[in-house]
């Protein structure tokens, strides 16, 4: 099966964490595995093999704006 879990961030953090601490579950029980994050880029080199960035700084930066306004 194939697993996609979205998250604003990948393996940094305890939400991070979570993410990847799941990811390493399903992939021990054969499944494909990737995480859909979108703030800061500095995702643990062991975990490289998850990410998949979806937005930039810009974009967080721009979204804050929008809902302020």
């Known amino acids: ?10 393996g940094i953090g305890s939400t991070g964490r979570i993410c990847t601490d799941l990811a390493q579950k399903f992939e021990v029980e054969g499944h494909e595995v ?4 979108g703030r800061k880029a500095a995702v ?19 979204n804050a704006i929008q809902t302020r306004l």
């Open 1 to 10: 099966m194939k697993v996609l879990l979205i998250n604003s961030v990948c």
């Open 34 to 37: 990737k995480i859909a994050y």
């Open 44 to 62: 643990p080199e062991q975990f490289q093999k998850y990410a998949i960035c979806i937005g930039m700084d810009f974009d967080c930066r721009m």
